[in-house]
């Protein structure tokens, strides 16, 4: 089967990669040419450590997986896709445009996935002729290792397309947890909470980033710090999506820390620029 | 910098402490698949080598000297 991926950013790079492991045909599109190369070399490297650590028998390889894995500049070689998942970035001016074209190049049958964080996917389904098959799909980093994904059922989206989407992502060892839409869904509204608010103690200088992390790990038990996980989602997607819950909700709770807006205007976005909040 | 301290250094970096030997086994407290990727990029990338497929043992990579010699056997 053949499905299509836009944007070849860390999320759908991951993505790609995930269901091409499982076999899909995947067809990435990208405005940047230049993203082709990066993807193909994330995607060997990320397949790579799964094969250091996992080892023997289970080792995967990453040459069929590429092979599997074809890439675009044009939103026209999705014409015959029977999924689309649509990761770019989360600005509802960007999506839209991408939405308006996609519709009229795929055919009728097929269903869009919105991978996106906080922007409503009911709002999304109007930029198109098919609002029963859009539906929110929030996929986690790193997508290869997480086998759960957050899907947003949108005012129009059908049992069909419900029940369609679980059993394709469940195809890729993908369990769906659906809930309904509004701004943020479950996810983000309640972690971009916590990943803000210990942005404020280390520029308050409470704590450092270290022991802010240290006791969600040594005395909640989560397994990442909030720090660290904004320095793994990137820390201008967070500043973004705290943007976008203060645009939907006007509720002040999501208001960006400024030492986070500051860490964006440094190039500080986290692990794929080397800092953030810590060095890697 | 030589070889070892620039291992050294990356891997103190993402364990947080630089209170290991060069022969401790480095992946006992990190052994995860994050941590596997970063390695190879940073053996990749600092280094100039492509690792292969069928070299990833984990007896190649489980310490500073097994990093110091897997590089040193690509690189001559």
Known sequence: ????????????????????????????????????????????????????????????????????????????????????????????????????????????????????????????????????????????????????????????????????????LGSAGIKPIIVNDMSGFVSNRVSHVFMNEAAMVVQDGVASPEDVDAIFKECFGHKMGPLETADLIGIDTVVYSLDVLYEYYHDPKYRAAPIMKKMVDAGQLGRKSGKGFYNY | MEIKEKIRKFVANFIKTEEFGDDDNILLSTVNSLFAMQLIIFIENEFDIEVDNDELDLNNFNSVNAIADYIAFKTK
């Open chain 1, 1 to 168: 089967m053949k499905i299509g991926v836009i944007g070849a950013g860390v999320i759908g790079t991951g993505v790609a990669h995930r269901f091409a492991q499982y076999g899909y045909d995947v067809s990435v599109v990208d405005i940047d040419p230049g993203k082709e190369k990066v993807m193909r070399r994330n995607i060997k490297n990320s397949i790579m450590g799964y094969n250091l650590v996992n080892g023997g028998e289970k080792k995967v390889d990453y040459k069929e997986v590429l092979e599997k894995i074809s890439f675009s500049t044009e939103l026209e070689s999705l014409g015959e896709c029977e999924y689309v998942i649509e990761n770019v970035t989360e600005k509802i001016e960007i999506k839209k445009e991408v939405y308006l074209k996609l519709d009229s190049i795929c055919n009728e049958n097929c269903i869009f996935l919105v991978n996106t964080s906080c922007i409503p996917i009911t709002k999304i389904a109007g930029y198109t002729s098919r609002k029963e098959k859009v539906i929110g799909a929030h996929f986690m980093n790193p997508v290869p290792m997480k086998n759960a994904c957050e899907v947003i059922r949108g005012c129009y989206t059908s049992e069909e397309t419900i029940k369609s989407v679980s059993d394709f």
